[in-house]
């Protein structure tokens, strides 16, 4: 074979490096974010955090004289990106990219999956009203874990230095829950190692020091399943017929209570139906979680992206500047880079990464302006949604946002993934305002959301003594013109978590 040249002509896509970290930051979430920064502040000198209240994203042309601004666009030709200064942050639409570049960052590189399941309305989103009557020791009493609850107790309690070690170790083998999750056998194994002789003894002072445990407060912690939670619970509270029926249904027939099988549970407890029914209000009345007071309600918190806000008759979307890094560029660095210019050597790889923390700031004010619009143009589709409440969501796809916006599916699809809205109906993930359309009589569309919500509407009117079944749903979504498979109705049900029709008949 003779060597050769030959000449080819291809398209390739090239991503530069401020494209690659665009797209990256776009699809971070909140947390995320602030942790990227936290990187960025430590890995460039010339990045810094906004100690005052100015404004978040400080345009540098406010900073630079005339002709140390023709120096700084000189030196940022030479890195191939133009940034001419204005009074405003770039938004996406205006970013110094190339034409060939923007179109990359906002068509985005890959698709992404979409499942449109509603976020859980987070505490955050009560948090925008004043509340005078707000105890702030209520908070304080919040921070309290269940181990730091039970550690005090144990401090006015007269046990032996064995006992009190023992009921330590119990204590922080407790689940979030309030729950023993390890058994006893295998605790005192992980603590007495090979010694036989030691893990017994070990084994009976455990035993010992979990019935101390069982008697604090709240009660119910240190049990070990469900039945024994309930139990602890029940023995507290005062003697009577119904309570030694509880007892024994906790014991021995929580599964028959579950399923509200009367005849089995009246068979096998020898009660009649009303002393049945009064065992299950003291059952009702237990808490089967403990633990859950104590839990940490900062972990729970969704802290929302966008707010939205009402003007006049419409509504507006303003982004949260709490989630808003304060970004700016040491001003002493850069003026040192800039009295330098022409040294090269140190000095260019200085000036490069004083581009690089510009680059980041723009791409940050990119992915919120990205944010913005995009929440924006779901707010104008859903409007009903926030006069009347999820019962008057329309259907949305992702591709009615792309179209709108001249972006890709997949750049909205990271926009809306991990990012929240607050609303006056709770806060949400973006991705809860899409759904299917389902087919009405009238030929029109109706919203998947819109039909859960109803479905839950539909759920709670309905007589306990007689819910309503999963084909009776579908009927009754049919009279009002909506057509739903009952099979439909049954995933819808089970995603609101609202328990099938035999599991709702009151007892």
């Known amino acids: 074979m003779k060597p050769s040249l030959q000449v080819r002509l291809s398209q390739h ?25 936290e990187q960025m502040l430590e890995a460039n000198p010339f990045l810094e955090m906004e100690e005052d209240a ?15 601004q023709a120096g700084e666009r000189e030196t940022e030709r030479a890195t191939e990106v133009d940034s001419a200064g204005s009074d405003e942050a770039p938004g996406v639409d205006s970013v110094e990219l190339g034409a060939t570049e923007r179109e990359d960052w906002e068509n985005g590189t890959e698709a992404d999956d979409f499942d449109g399941i509603r976020e859980q309305p987070s505490a955050s989103s009560s948090s925008h009203n004043d509340n005078d009557d707000f105890d702030p020791h209520e908070r304080n009493s919040v921070g309290e874990s269940l181990q730091d609850h039970l550690h ?35 605790i005192a194994a992980s603590l007495a190692g090979d010694d036989e002789e030691a893990r017994e003894e070990l084994l009976e002072r455990l035993r010992c020091a979990l019935k101390w ?25 005062e003697r009577c017929e119904a309570q030694m029926i509880a007892i024994l249904i906790c014991k021995q027939h929580l599964e028959l209570l579950a399923r509200r099988d009367m005849k089995k549970l009246m068979a096998a407890t020898g009660a009649d139906d009303e002393l049945i029914k009064e065992a299950q209000a003291l059952i009702v009345m237990c808490e089967p979680k403990p633990g859950r007071q104590f839990a940490r309600a900062e972990a729970n918190i969704i802290v929302p992206d966008v707010i939205v806000q009402k003007a006049g008759r419409n509504w507006k979307v303003v982004l949260n500047p709490e989630v808003m890094p304060k970004l700016r560029i040491n001003d002493l ?22 581009q690089e923390a510009r680059w980041f700031m723009k791409n940050i004010q990119q992915r919120f302006d990205t944010i913005q619009r995009v929440s924006q143009a779901i707010v104008e589709r859903q409007k009903s949604f ?18 709108e916006l001249g972006l890709h599916e ?48 539909l759920v709670a009117a309905e007589d306990p003594a007689k819910p309503l079944s999963d084909s009776q749903l579908s009927k009754m ?6 057509q739903v498979a009952r099979r439909t109705v049954a995933k819808y049900r089970e995603a609101l978590r609202i328990a099938p029709a035999n599991l709702r008949k009151a007892m």
């Open 333 to 354: 660095y850069a003026q040192a880079i800039r009295g330098n210019r022409g040294a090269g050597g140190a000095n260019g790889a200085l000036s490069s990464r004083l």
């Open 386 to 403: 926030f006069t009347h409440g999820e019962i008057a969501m329309k259907p949305l796809v992702l591709r009615e946002i792309a179209d």
């Open 410 to 457: 997949s750049t909205i699809s990271r926009v809306t993934t991990a990012k929240y809205m607050a609303t006056m109906f709770g806060t949400f993930e973006l991705k809860y305002f899409f759904g299917s359309s389902l087919n009405t009589e009238a030929g029109g569309n109706a919203s998947s959301t819109a039909v859960r919500a109803l479905i839950k509407q």
């Open 54 to 68: 100015g404004p978040i994203f400080e345009p540098m042309t406010e900073r630079l004289t005339a002709s140390e």
């Open 477 to 482: 979504l049919e009279e009002q013109g909506i």
């Open 152 to 186: 005090r107790q144990l401090l006015g309690m007269r046990l032996s230095g064995e006992d009190t070690a023992a009921v330590k170790v119990l204590i922080e083998s407790l689940n979030d829950d309030g729950y023993l999750d390890d058994p006893l056998e295998d």
């Open 213 to 237: 445990l069982q008697n604090m407060e709240p009660l119910g912690v240190g049990a070990r399943d469900l039945s024994e939670c309930l139990t602890l619970q029940l023995r507290a509270m």
């Open 13 to 37: 896509l090239a991503l530069t490096p401020q494209l690659q970290q665009s797209i990256r930051l776009l699809q971070l979430s909140t947390l995320e974010l602030h942790q990227e920064v």
